[in-house]
């Protein structure tokens, strides 16, 4: 089955313990990316990956770090969580963006979201 | 500051009704993309718009892509309770941030039997 698997689910952690939600794609998908979700906001993108060893800074990338060492995973790596980090956590991929019929009309298909709570 | 904004941002409707969302920006997008979100999990790809003035139909849901493509409208006919959710519009490949997909706040849909 097609999918995108994010691990955890759920996440209650201390300010400044580090933690890694792991995300993984099965559709040799080459376009990653992560967003954070907060009420009355939307999804907000945090960074984004083209490729392998391609990343680059979202709309809100302060506070988290990314690697891309293989296609399928894109961990999410937060070095000092704060409670500002509070919020839903998506990990989405699609097809290699902007290769089809023109950019950004890939499917993005996403993970089932890990709520992270930073006390 | 929300590159696009999205109206209303809650509706509720009796089943039967049509509604109309909203989704605007100043932002010129190559492409515009909808979601629907359940609670609990990610959002689901419902249709993408990609040439101005665009219209697509999906079933009882019309979208159109305004002719400038900085703006579009998801239509429902005769909404059911199936139609609750939370809807939100996505703009790709501004000519600043190809790479970026920048969503709405979303319009939270509620509709009862």
């Known amino acids: 089955e097609a999918q995108v698997t994010q691990n955890p689910r759920y996440l209650i952690t201390v300010t400044g313990k580090k933690l890694t939600v792991t995300c993984s794609q099965n559709m040799n998908h080459e376009y990653m990316s992560w967003y954070r979700q907060d009420p009355g906001l939307g999804l907000r993108q945090i960074y984004y990956?083209?490729?392998?060893?391609?990343?680059d800074k979202g709309d809100v990338p302060e506070g988290y770090k990314v690697s891309r060492k293989e296609k399928r995973n894109f961990p999410l790596i937060l070095e000092s969580p704060s409670p500002n980090q509070t919020s839903l956590y998506f990990c989405?991929?699609?097809?290699?963006?902007?290769?089809?019929?023109?950019?950004?009309?890939?499917?993005?298909?996403f993970g089932p979201g890990t709520r992270l709570t930073v006390l | 500051t929300q590159l696009l904004e999205q109206s209303p941002q809650f509706l509720s409707i009796q089943e039967g009704e049509n509604l109309t969302v909203y989704c605007n920006s100043s932002?010129?997008?190559?492409?515009l993309q909808w979601y629907r979100q359940e609670p609990g999990e990610g959002p689901v790809l419902l249709v993408t718009v990609v040439t101005g003035g665009e219209v697509k139909k999906l079933k009882r849901l019309t979208f159109q892509f305004g002719d400038a493509r900085k703006d579009s409208s998801l239509h429902i006919t005769a909404a059911q309770p199936g139609d609750t959710g939370l809807y939100l519009c996505?703009?790709?490949?501004?000519?600043?941030?190809?790479?970026?997909?920048?969503f709405g706040a979303g319009t939270q849909v509620v509709v009862t039997p």
């Open positions: 996505a703009g790709a490949g501004t000519t600043d941030s190809w790479g970026k997909l920048q």
């Open positions: 990956s083209m490729n392998v060893e391609v990343t």
């Open positions: 932002s010129v997008f190559s492409s």
């Open positions: 989405a991929s699609s097809q290699p963006w902007g290769t089809t019929t023109g950019v950004g009309t890939d499917t993005q298909y």
